[in-house]
């Protein structure tokens, strides 16, 4: 299927449908997936043991993350979705690519990703999305955006560099979700873990540490230290992670980045936290 260039009109009002969310907002975090029916075949081919085919539609591939939970990417539109591409008809995957190129016009820098979540309300087509900015490590959108949602559970917000660490602490929430394509590096983790052992000999010094108002326990700091140790054990040969080790770094990296903008955040820190351990 090929998508028409939407005319410069056309690219105001598809842009009028544009939804500002960052990734905590993601439907992943507050919906069931939808399981899609599929024609029923129980046969199986004589001698027949090919690979696993992952599917593609178009452009469109889909991913597998680490939990088993699969979304979408596009490589030519550098684009992601959770949206289920193979449950689209072709009049609802059209516009979506025509909404996606749109943005991607105000979009300068075409090494910024694009995630979307396509949502039906009120009758009309919708597109919930943000960017990513991978070389500053931080999340974006295409327009100005009263992000008081996002930064409500702060006192006071007024300086950038305030809302800059919640906006790199989505990007890593963003890395948690969708380690696809994703490249990080074996020295990164081991800076990981010695910013998470100072965090724990903080704790041990000092009754009143930032690290022991946050963490439930010495050893549930120990239980992270540990997880990421496997992760640079699990390194390819190159010293690149892997995709369930970058997800993990994804999760912990939010947390730390989030973990700066105490003590306006502990609350909701400690269940972020407690959350890692129980699982």
């Given at each position: 299927m090929t998508?028409?260039?939407p005319t410069k ?7 009028k449908?544009?939804?500002?969310i960052?990734?905590?907002?993601l ?7 939808q399981?899609?029916?599929?024609v029923r ?18 452009d ?11 979304y979408?990417?596009?490589g ?16 609802q ?12 016009l ?17 009758g009309?087509e919708?597109?919930?999305?943000y ?26 917000v007024?300086?950038w ?12 929430k963003?890395?948690e ?19 998470l ?21 010495l ?13 640079e054990?699990?390194?390819?040969p ?17 947390l730390?980045?989030r ?9 909701s820190?400690?269940q972020?936290?407690?959350g890692i351990?129980?699982?």
């Open positions: 998508t028409a260039t009109f056309n690219q105001q009002m598809l842009l449908h544009s939804v500002p960052w990734p905590t907002q439907r992943r975090y507050t919906e069931m997936p399981l899609v029916p599929l075949d129980y046969n199986v081919q004589m001698m027949q043991i090919d690979p696993s085919r992952r599917e593609v539609r178009g469109w591939e889909e991913c597998i993350h680490p939990s088993g939970a699969t979408h990417y596009n030519k539109m550098n684009t992601f979705t959770e949206l289920n591409i193979r449950a689209c008809s072709d009049g995957l059209q516009r979506l690519e025509s909404w996606i190129h749109a943005s991607r105000k979009i300068d820098n075409q090494h910024w990703l694009l995630v979307v979540e396509p949502i039906l309300a009120r009309e919708v597109y919930p999305y960017c990513v900015v991978p070389n500053n490590r931080i999340i974006t959108w295409l327009e100005p955006v009263d992000a008081y949602l996002l930064f409500q559970e702060c006192t006071t007024s300086h560099n305030h809302k800059r660490l919640e906006l790199e602490a989505q990007f890593w963003h890395i979700y969708f380690p696809s394509r994703v490249s990080m590096n074996i020295l990164e983790v081991k800076e990981l873990r010695l910013q052992n100072w965090y724990r000999v903080e704790a041990l010094a000092l009754e009143n540490s930032t690290a022991a108002s946050l963490f439930w326990t050893d549930q700091m120990k239980e992270m230290l540990a997880e990421l140790a496997i992760a054990e699990l390194a390819g190159d010293g690149a992670m892997k995709e369930p080790s970058i997800a993990v770094c994804g999760k912990l990296l939010h730390l980045r973990m700066t903008l105490s003590p306006y955040q502990t609350s820190i400690e972020s936290i407690k351990t129980n699982t």
